[in-house]
Nanobody
Framework: VQLQAYGGGLVQTGSSLTLSCTTS????????MGWFRQAPGKERQFVAA????????HYRPSWEGRATISRDNTKNTVYLQMNRLTEEDTAVYYC???????????????????WGRGTQVTVSS
């Protein structure tokens, strides 16, 4: 199983950025997907999650209205569009795959089965 996040970079405060995460080696439509981030010295933090069908989404409150998670099951890819970025959003962003099928989208990184390499997002003023 491989997950690869990409699309990060150095952007200015107030900018938008869209991350992508491609997967292989798993049946993508059997997994809920999540985006997390981790800043130096801090725990991995939930950003957003999307159900395997794509119909349900959940966001960390601080990201409500500022991020959009989506997926394309034909491309085995999940996306995270982020708007109005601030310096506090600087972190490595990771995508995770969660095979639980209990109707709840996971907000804890411990619930996810697979992780990809992250992509660095740096926001400067």
């Amino acid at each position: 199983v491989q997950l690869q996040a990409y699309g990060g970079g150095l952007v200015q405060t107030g900018s938008s950025l869209t991350l992508s995460c491609t997967t292989s080696g798993l049946i993508f439509s059997n997994y809920d997907m999540g985006w997390f981030r981790q800043a130096p010295g801090k725990e991995r933090q939930f950003v957003a999650a999307i159900s395997r069908s794509g119909f349900d989404t959940h966001y960390r409150p601080s990201w409500e209205g500022r991020a959009t998670i989506s997926r394309d099951n034909t491309k085995n890819t999940v996306y995270l569009q982020m708007n109005r970025l601030t310096e506090e959003d600087t972190a490595v962003y990771y995508c995770g795959a969660d095979r639980r099928d209990d109707g709840w989208l996971g907000t804890s990184y411990q619930l996810y089965d697979y992780w990809g390499r992250g992509t660095q997002v740096t926001v400067s003023s």
